[in-house]
T-cell receptor, first 109, second 113 residues
Framework: GEDVEQSLFLSVREGDSSVINCTYT??????LYWYKQEPGAGLQLLTYIFSNMDMKQDQRLTVLLNKKDKHLSLRIADTQTGDSAIYFCASRRASKIIFGSGTRLSIRP | DGGITQSPKYLFRKEGQNVTLSCEQNLNHDAMYWYRQDPGQGLRLIYYSQIVNDFQKGDIAEGYSVSREKKESFPLTVTSAQKNPTAFYLC????????????FGDGTRLSIL
C-alpha cells in the first residue's frame, strides 16, 4: 500500500541549514506537504508543493521534489532554536492523505 | 478567526467508561478526520467524513465511534472496547479542492485513570 517514510531524528547546530528527507511510494500523489508539530500541539502546515513542480521556496524554507525517485526534502536555512519540533511529510491523492512518522529536529548551540 | 477547536485539552477515562472528544470547525470544510498519535509515531487515521451524515472507517476504527450530524462538528467517542486508549488525538478538516491541505486542531490528550 501507500507509504511515506522519514528518518526519526536530526540534530543540527544553530545557524546551520537543516535538511529533512522523505520518500513516498504513491506515484499518483498530487500534492506533498510539510507540517510542523511543537510539543503538545497540533500540526501546523509549513508549505506544500504540487507534484509537477521541482522546487518551492518560501523565506527560510526550500522544498525540493524528485518525482522520479519519489523523494521530497525540506531545507531550513539558518536554523534557530524555535525550529526545534517534529516535522511531518505527507502525500495526498484525491481525499486520502498519508503521513510519515515524523522527524524530530533538535538544535544544538 | 477560522479554525478547528478540540476540547477538552486533557481527558481521563476510567475502566469501562465511554468518553467523547469534541471537534468543531468554522472553516466551512466538508471533510473532517480523526487521528491517533502515539509517542514517537506518526498519525494513524481512525475515522473520516467527507459529508454530513456520512463517515468511513480509517485504519484503526475498532473501539471508536463517530457521528456527523452537522457540517461543523465531528465528535469522536472512545468506547470501553478500546483497550489501549491512552494517546494524543488530533482532529483535522479540509476543503473540497484537491490542493487543500488539512488543518489541525490542538489535540486532546487522553489518559487512563
Amino acid at each position: 500500500g501507500e507509504d511515506v517514510e522519514q528518518s526519526l531524528f536530526l540534530s543540527v547546530r544553530e545557524g546551520d541549514s537543516s535538511v529533512i528527507n522523505c520518500t513516498y511510494t504513491d506515484s499518483s500523489s498530487t500534492y506533498l506537504y510539510w507540517y510542523k508539530q511543537e510539543p503538545g500541539a497540533g500540526l501546523q502546515l509549513l508549505t506544500y508543493i504540487f507534484s509537477n513542480m521541482d522546487m518551492k521556496q518560501d523565506q527560510r524554507l526550500t522544498v525540493l521534489l524528485n518525482k522520479k525517485d519519489k523523494h521530497l526534502s525540506l531545507r531550513i536555512a539558518d536554523t534557530q532554536t524555535g525550529d526545534s519540533a517534529i516535522y511531518f511529510c505527507a502525500s495526498r491523492r484525491a481525499s486520502k492523505i498519508i503521513f510519515g512518522s515524523g522527524t524530530r529536529l533538535s538544535i544544538r548551540p | 478567526d477560522g479554525g478547528i477547536t478540540q476540547s477538552p485539552k486533557y481527558l481521563f477515562r476510567k475502566e469501562g467508561q465511554n468518553v467523547t472528544l469534541s471537534c468543531e470547525q468554522n472553516l466551512n470544510h466538508d471533510a473532517m478526520y480523526w487521528y491517533r498519535q502515539d509517542p514517537g509515531q506518526g498519525l494513524r487515521l481512525i475515522y473520516y467524513s467527507q459529508i454530513v451524515n456520512d463517515f468511513q472507517k480509517g485504519d484503526i476504527a475498532e473501539g471508536y465511534s463517530v457521528s456527523r450530524e452537522k457540517k461543523e462538528s465531528f465528535p469522536l467517542t472512545v468506547t470501553s472496547a478500546q483497550k489501549n486508549p491512552t494517546a494524543f488525538y488530533l482532529c483535522a478538516s479540509t476543503g473540497g479542492y484537491s490542493n487543500q491541505p488539512q488543518h489541525f486542531g490542538d489535540g486532546t490528550r487522553l489518559s487512563i485513570l
